[in-house]
C-alpha cells in the first residue's frame, strides 16, 4: 500500500517536472487569493484556537511554541 | 591609536564575519518593511464551562536587501472563563443520584510569545530560521524551527523541508514520592509555579516537529500542494489541573501515556474562476496517532474580489475524530465493570471522538497607490475582519451523564497590515 503511493506520488512528480508555466502566465498565480498561506499571520490565530479544541495537528506550518491549551 | 594583537586579531575575526554575512547581500537592495498586527477574540459557552480569549498579535519584518529578511514579533493570549476540573462518567452519576461530580475551576491566563527569525534567499533556494520563548502562568517554552525550500522549474514546482524543536516545561504539584499515579492529585492553581515553592514541580516536555510539503502550478490557474508533517512528544502531557472519578472515593490526577507520535498529511488545491474573478481553495487532511486518534478535515473556501481593493472569503470546514484508546466517558468509580478504564485516564474532551462544522466569513481591503505612496510613507495598507462560527458535538463526551448540546465557539478577527 505505502508502495503504491510512493510510486503514484513519484509518478506524479514525474509529470510535474514536463509541466511549465510560462512566466507571463503567472498572474493568476501570484494573486494573494491563489497562495496556500495567504493571511498567515491572521490565519495562524485561528488555527491555534481549532487545533487546541481538537486531536489532530498538521498541514500548517512547523514554527511555533507555548501549550496556549485552554 | 595603536590596537594590541589581541584586539587587531577581533578587528579582523569582525570584519571577516560581516565581509561573509554582507558580502553577498551588498548589490541588492530591497529595503521593505511591513507592519502587521492581528486581534481575534475567542468565546465558548457549552454546558458547564466557558472561555473567552483575546489574542493580540503584532510582527515587524524588514527586508533591507533582496536577500535577506529578518522578523520580530510577539504575541499573547489573555485567557478568562472555567474548565471542567473534576470529571466522572455517567454510571457514577446513575449510582450517586443527585451528586454534582463535574465541577469547574476558574481560569485565568496570560500567555506571551515573543519570536524572531530570518530567511536568506539565493536564486532558487531560501534558508528559514527562528526562535520563539512563550511563558504563562504554568508554562514555558522555547522553541526552534529551520527551513529549506526550493523552487526548481521555472518556480512551478516548491519543495519545502522544515524541522521545528520545542523544549517545553509544565507546571506541577509535587507528588508524594514512590506513589502510583492512581494516588497523584492534581495541581490546585499556578501559585508558586517556576519559583523554589517546595510543593510545586516542572515536567519536562520535548516536542519534534517534522514537515515537508510539494507544491506545484499545473496550469496558469491551478496549483495543489501535498504536506506530510509528524510530530513526536515526549513529556507531561496531561491537564496538571483535571482529576477523574476512577474508583469509590478516589480521584485521581489526570493521566495519559508520556509519548505520542502524531502524523498528518494535507492535499490542498486552488483553483482561480476567471469569468468571475475568483478562487475555490480546498483543503483535505488526514491524520493518525499512536493514541489511536484518527481525523478526517475537509475545508472549502471561496473568496471573490469585489472591485479591485475589496475581497470577501466565505469558508467552510467540516472535522471528524475518533477517541482516544485510553479515553472513556465512565470513570465511575467502583469496582469492575464500573471501576477504572486501565493504565491511563482522562476527561479531555479533545481526546473524545466528536464532530465539528465551522463556517466563516472575511472581508479585506487593501489600498494600494498607483503613484506615490499613502501619507507619505505606506506603498500598501490592508484592513481584515472576519467571523467564524464552530459547533461540536460530542458522541460520548457527558458532564455527569449530561450529553452538552449547546458547543458552539465564535471567532472574531481584526487584521491590519502596513507595507512601507
Redesign the interface.
Known amino acids: 500500500m505505502r508502495m503504491s503511493i510512493l510510486l503514484a506520488?513519484l509518478a506524479l512528480?514525474g509529470t510535474?517536472?514536463c509541466?511549465?508555466?510560462?512566466?507571463q502566465?503567472?498572474?493568476?498565480?501570484a494573486?494573494?487569493?491563489?497562495?496556500?498561506d495567504g493571511?498567515s499571520?491572521?490565519e495562524a490565530?485561528?488555527v491555534?484556537?481549532?487545533e487546541?479544541?481538537?486531536?489532530?495537528?498538521?498541514?500548517t506550518?512547523?514554527?511555533?511554541?507555548?501549550?496556549?491549551?485552554? | 591609536m595603536q590596537l594590541t594583537p589581541h584586539a587587531r586579531a577581533k578587528l579582523a575575526v569582525a570584519a571577516l564575519t560581516a565581509a561573509l554575512v554582507l558580502g553577498p547581500l551588498g548589490t541588492a537592495r530591497a529595503q521593505v518593511a511591513e507592519f502587521e498586527t492581528n486581534h481575534s477574540l475567542f468565546h465558548e459557552q457549552p454546558t458547564k464551562t466557558n472561555m473567552t480569549v483575546y489574542s493580540p498579535s503584532g510582527d515587524l519584518e524588514v527586508t533591507p536587501t533582496n536577500a535577506l529578511s529578518l522578523r520580530a514579533g510577539w504575541s499573547a493570549d489573555v485567557v478568562s472563563g472555567a474548565s471542567v476540573a473534576v470529571k466522572a462518567g455517567p454510571t457514577y452519576q446513575n449510582i450517586h443520584t443527585g451528586a454534582d461530580v463535574v465541577t469547574t475551576a476558574s481560569v485565568h491566563d496570560f500567555r506571551n510569545v515573543a519570536h524572531g527569525g530570518f530567511t536568506f534567499r539565493k536564486d532558487i533556494v531560501s534558508f528559514t530560521g527562528g526562535y520563539s520563548y512563550s511563558i504563562e502562568h504554568d508554562y514555558q517554552s522555547n522553541s526552534f524551527n529551520v527551513s529549506a525550500r526550493t523552487e526548481p522549474l521555472e518556480h512551478d514546482t516548491q519543495f519545502e523541508l522544515g524541522y521545528a524543536h520545542n523544549f517545553d516545561q509544565v507546571c506541577n504539584r509535587v507528588q508524594t514520592a514512590g506513589n502510583p499515579a492512581t494516588l497523584d492529585h492534581a495541581l490546585e492553581d499556578s501559585t508558586g509555579c517556576f519559583t523554589s515553592a517546595p510543593t510545586r514541580t516542572t515536567d519536562p516536555i520535548s516536542i519534534d516537529t517534522l514537515q515537508a510539503s510539494w507544491s506545484q502550478a499545473w496550469t496558469p490557474s491551478f496549483m495543489t500542494q501535498v504536506i506530510y508533517g509528524v510530530q513526536v512528544t515526549d513529556g507531561f502531557q496531561s491537564d496538571p489541573y483535571r482529576t477523574v472519578v476512577i474508583a469509590e472515593g478516589i480521584q485521581a490526577q489526570e493521566h495519559v501515556p508520556n509519548e505520542r507520535t502524531r502524523q498528518s498529511v494535507s492535499l490542498k488545491a486552488n483553483l482561480y474562476l476567471r469569468p468571475i474573478k475568483a478562487a475555490l481553495r480546498l483543503s483535505l487532511r488526514g491524520y493518525d496517532d499512536t493514541w489511536a486518534i484518527q481525523s478526517e478535515t475537509g475545508e472549502l473556501e471561496f473568496e471573490k474580489y469585489l472591485g479591485e481593493s475589496f475581497r470577501v472569503l466565505l469558508r467552510g470546514r467540516v472535522y471528524n475524530q475518533t477517541g482516544a484508546v485510553f479515553w472513556s466517558d465512565d470513570y465511575t468509580g467502583g469496582n469492575a465493570p464500573l471501576g477504572p478504564k486501565g493504565q491511563y485516564w482522562s476527561g479531555d474532551r479533545e481526546l473524545s471522538p466528536f464532530w465539528s462544522w465551522l463556517g466563516g466569513v472575511r472581508a479585506l481591503y487593501t489600498v494600494t497607490p498607483k503613484h506615490g505612496r499613502l501619507i507619505g510613507i505606506m506603498t500598501r495598507f490592508k484592513v481584515g475582519l472576519s467571523f467564524d462560527v464552530e459547533n461540536f458535538t460530542y458522541t460520548q463526551f457527558t458532564l455527569g451523564g449530561v450529553p452538552i448540546g449547546n458547543a458552539y465557539a465564535y471567532f472574531g478577527g481584526l487584521s491590519i497590515n502596513a507595507l512601507f
Open positions: 506520488a512528480a510535474a517536472s509541466v511549465t508555466v510560462r512566466p502566465q503567472r498572474a493568476v498565480l494573486d494573494p487569493v491563489m497562495q496556500f493571511e499571520k491572521a490565530l485561528r491555534h484556537a481549532i487546541n479544541r481538537e486531536g489532530a495537528f498538521g498541514g506550518g512547523v514554527a511555533g511554541g507555548g501549550c496556549g491549551c485552554n
